[in-house]
Structures are given as C-alpha cells and as structure tokens.
C-alpha cells in the first residue's frame, strides 16, 4: 500500500529552527508538497520539490532524496503565527497526491 | 470572487437526506477535487476531476457522486447521509496535472446525526 510518515506533533520555541521529517511509501514518484494548514482553515501551498536537494523559500526551506524516499521540512527563525499543521504530500505514479496526516507544530514563546 | 468558493459553511443533515456540496472556482483550472479531512487521518481523495465532461474515482468514492458540467463548477453529492460522512469536506483545484499545486477552498464541516 501506499503510506506517507511524519510525526504527529511538534513542539518548538519561538526564534528556533525546525525540522519535520516525511517518509514516504508510494507506487511511482512524481514530486512531493508540502502544504500548511491552520486550524480551522483550508491547506496552502508551501513548496514542492521534484527533484533531489534544498529548495529555499524565505524561512521556509524542503529538502527532497528520492532514493531514500524522504523529505524534510525546515523552518529558521520560529515565530508564533507558524503554528499549525504542515502536511507532507506525494505524487504517485497516476498523479493523485497522497497525503500525510500532518504534523502539528506548537510554537512556545 | 477570486479563488474557491464552497457552500454550505456548515450543515447538520439527519442521517438518509441527500445533501449537495456546492463548489465553484473562478481560476478556469482544468482540474477539481473533492477531499475529506478526518482527525488523525491525510486527506483522502473523494473523487476528482481532470477537465469538464469527465470525472473519476479517488481514494473513498462510496457513498458520493460529482458531475462537472462546466469549468466553474464541481458539486458534490451524498444522495443518503450516513453518521461516518461527518467530516470536513474540501474541495480544490489545479491547472492541470502533475507538478501543479492545489489550491483549496475553505471547505464545509458536515455533521451528520
């Protein structure tokens, strides 16, 4: 079956830096998202990296290797509205995108 | 409007009414989506899709229909509501396939007693 892994919950400071891993399982590759929601609210578009290596947008940054079917989600500089949940999501072979259930990420001051 | 609309915001339906989630986007993107959002669980494609005219089976189709007779517009359709399709229901839409993002409506939490 087809299974994408990230944490549940995070915890982190505000200032700090961040990092939310996603394994990920799925029949065929052809790219991986990662979006962030909060709560409440509809997901919107974070990254999206198809190729292997650091994508860097701003604070934002996504790390993709395709061989070990992992990617990384790595936020610089906390601040308080960056609490929510970040959904890490793959697509497969026919190009539906397979979602993680997403990690939520609690900022402390 | 830019972007997605969805209607109902929010709908307590007793359980065996047929209820149809509206969906509109004004972004002329070929592709549409209906998702569903559960605690603990992804998102989990209800159907999709590709171009106005056709449609297809996601992930959890059972218990819903969709047509797209246009462009604009993607309802979607629980012709007899049951207590497990309480759920937040999202719909989306791309400009076409492969490497493009989704982009989301506000969605509509659906209670069914």
């Known amino acids: 079956g087809q299974n994408i892994d990230q944490p549940t919950e995070m915890t982190a400071t505000e200032g700090a830096i961040v990092q939310i891993n996603c394994t990920y399982q799925t029949s065929g590759f052809n790219g991986l998202f990662w979006y962030q929601q909060h709560a409440g609210e509809a997901p919107t578009f974070l990254s999206y990296?198809?190729l292997d290596g650091l994508e860097e947008k701003g604070r934002f940054s996504s790390f993709l290797s395709r061989s070990k079917g992992y990617s990384y989600l790595l936020l610089k500089e906390l601040q308080m509205k960056d609490s929510a949940s970040y959904l890490c999501a793959v697509f497969d072979s026919n190009y539906q995108l397979i979602w993680g259930a997403g990690t939520k990420l609690i900022i402390k001051p | 409007i830019a972007g997605i609309t969805q209607a109902p915001t929010s709908q307590i339906l007793a359980a065996g009414r047929r209820m149809t989630l509206r969906c509109t986007q004004d972004m002329r993107h070929n592709a549409m989506y209906w998702y569903r959002q559960d605690l603990g669980l992804g998102l989990r494609l209800i159907h999709y899709s590709n171009t106005a005219g056709t449609t297809g089976k996601g992930e959890v189709p059972d218990g819903y229909s969709v047509s797209r007779a246009n462009t604009d517009d993607f309802p979607l359709t629980l012709a007899s509501a049951v207590p497990s399709q309480t759920s937040v229901y999202f719909c989306?839409?791309?400009?076409?396939?492969?490497?493009?993002?989704?982009?989301f409506g506000p969605g509509t939490r659906l209670t069914v007693l």
């Open positions: 990296n198809v």
């Open positions: 989306a839409s791309s400009d076409g396939q492969g490497g493009n993002e989704q982009f």
